[in-house]
């Protein structure tokens, strides 16, 4: 399990440890940085498939994801006194992420790409603003040491700790888009690597899953066993009959019936063709998916991938309860709770009363909660309630 997670210069991001449970919930008024924080977890999860460099490049490049403002705002701006202006940056150009965990931690450092020979950056090539990986490193425990580290990359050199604690240095040298757990996740030669992209590939993300009248997941589709629910959620039929046969079919029928007093869910099959249906109390046929308010299917999508029966080390749900009516905010905070039993969430929420039922929940199920406010201090999101490093967890980068 994650025990923290660590962010420095991605946007609003300019200095951000966090400590994180089994459950953990994410809140704060719209600004503050939530959704800068769960674009963080993805851009590291794309790391582990070798996709870091191209999701920046669709923020816009490395300038776009940078911290905007100053390295440091003096007193005077603070108070008010002076406006801020531009300085000459004396620290390397660096955006950061990093976590870590009860078996291994991870971080890795992006850059600027190194001056080509004769001085000029980038001259040699027309791909010039993709960032290049300065540094890798996995480490065993929470916090990084350097006794603790297994694999560490400078560069485009990587040297890795083998099982009698002596260093040796792979023969293939990294090219600067290229993370080290996509190169070198050997289960021979580097079985830490291996371990730590498995673990994060483990990652599963939901963000604001279409309900609109041409959603996926309103149409017929063809049904195969389906343990994970698509981030789309076009397989959701196929994925609530997966639950039914090899899942746990109690917890879908009471999270149905929680939300929707009476109702079952019922997939017809039409040629190899599943099709979604609720079948409601006092209604003389089911009603199909196009029939469904936008809540109503979003409630079943979150059913779905919280009741999957394939559970992943970590789940992050990015404001769920867009579109539910109230009634159904303690159904779904159940939910979470339910998957909790398997699986470490992060839910990011603007909306109190979720925040609530989850803490609410939680504490009576004797379940640790993990809250955590996000503010903004002149452009820069921070803890609420934070008043110094001292209060944040343990945490080193690794040094380029």
Known sequence: MIRTLAVENYR???????????????????????????????????????????????????????WAGPEKTGRAVREGRHPVQPTVRTAPISLQLGFGGDEFGYAVDFGHPAPAPGGRRGESSMFNLDPEIKRECIWSGPVLRPAAVLSERAGAAVRVRGADSAWSRTHAALRPYDSMLGELADPQRAPDVLAVREFIRSWRFYDHVRTDAHAPARAARI??????????????????????????????????????????????????????????????????????????????????????????????????????????????????????????????????????????????????????????????????????????????????
């Not at 994180?20 to 999860?45: I, P, Q």
């Open 12 to 66: 609003s991001l300019r200095h951000l440890v966090v400590p994180l449970g089994r459950l953990n919930v994410v809140t704060g008024a719209n600004g503050t940085g939530k959704s800068s924080l769960y674009r963080a977890l993805r851009l590291l999860a794309e790391a582990a498939g070798g996709g870091a460099i191209s999701a920046l490049a669709q923020e816009g490049g490395l300038p776009s994801a940078l």
């Open 223 to 400: 049904g195969t066993r389906t343990p994970v629910l698509s981030g789309d959620g076009s397989d959701l039929p196929a994925a609530l009959q997966t639950i039914r046969e090899t899942g746990d079919t109690a917890a879908l029928d009471a999270a149905v019936d929680a939300a929707f007093p009476g109702s079952r869910v019922e997939i017809a099959d039409h040629g190899g063709r599943f099709e979604l249906a609720l079948r409601q109390h006092g209604l003389l046929r089911p009603l199909t998916a196009a029939e469904l308010s936008d809540g109503t299917l979003r409630y079943l999508l979150w059913a779905a991938a919280l009741l999957t029966p394939r559970p992943p080390a970590l789940l992050v749900l990015n404001e769920p309860e867009t579109s539910l009516h109230p009634d159904l905010i303690r159904p779904l905070a159940e939910l979470v709770l339910t998957a909790t039993k398997d699986t470490q969430i992060i839910v990011v929420t603007h909306a109190r009363p979720l925040a609530d039922a989850l803490t609410e929940g939680a504490t009576r199920h004797r379940l640790d909660v993990n809250s955590t406010e996000l503010t903004k201090d002149f452009g820069q999101t921070e803890v609420a309630g934070r008043h110094s490093l001292l209060d944040e967890p343990l945490w080193y980068w690794p040094k380029r």
